[in-house]
């Protein structure tokens, strides 16, 4: 499959938009992406108790807005009125948690992104089918990823759209299974790309990766720019990062 046609490579993500400057999932971040020229943004998704997609990265509410609750318990109501940006520097106070909507309004066609699902469910929550829609909506089609730790929600979401390309997410964290630590949601959820940890590139994960599993590689989270410059040079499509303008500076002038 080719992921987001037309895009300059290596793609450049600002990993919940501009992350390092503005606080992380709001319209202020997504903005400070757009304005610095970064060319794709990286976002989190959730339903809220309306079945709303709302943007933000945690189950809990409460380290970014202080609301000791589940997005999935909380009214789109309920979550308008919390500051999700205070937390970050008081110039961001009355941020909000924005709608998924609400980011494609803001930046439209102008990046291309990578929306990963929130979901630990092992049934279809219909988040899948709503994002689908959205997407379709406003002709996003050809600039979106859809990714997820999860691989059930991704092999769902290929029910609706075979034309948005998926990533499987991996790391090592205690809270993955071991079973999932290496990519293997790959097959469960059929995804055409790979998520990994930065950490766990290296050069015979890659001549597995591309050229036996034919998959491009999206490592994150990487803001030194001499790690970016190791991954790239391992054959990484694209680098997501808290500080893009920084840490991908030495890809932006080689452009």
Known sequence: MNILPGAERPLIFAHRGYSSIAPENTLASFSEALNRGVPGVELDIHLAAGGELVVTHDDNLKRVTGLDKKVEDTDLAEIKKLDAGGWKDVKYSGEKIPLLEEVFDLLGDKVYYDIEIKS?????????????????????????????????????????????????????????????????????????????????????????????????????????PEIVKKLLSKGVDGIISNDPSVSCAPVTAAR
Request: charged share 30%; proline share 7%; hydrophobic share 35%.
């Open 120 to 224: 630990r469910m092992r049934s279809e929550s219909g988040i899948e089918k709503k994002l689908y829609e959205l997407i379709k909506q406003y002709k996003l089609n050809e600039r979106c990823i859809v990714s997820s730790f999860n691989p059930l929600p991704l092999k769902y979401f290929k029910n609706y759209s075979k034309e948005v390309p998926t990533a499987i997410i991996y790391c090592n964290d205690d809270e993955l299974p071991w079973y999932l630590r290496l990519g293997e949601g790959k097959w469960i959820g059929n995804t055409d790309i790979l998520k990994p940890e930065h950490v766990k590139i290296n050069s015979l994960s890659m001549f597995f990766n591309k050229s036996i599993g034919g998959r491009p590689v999206l490592p994150w989270t990487v803001d030194d």
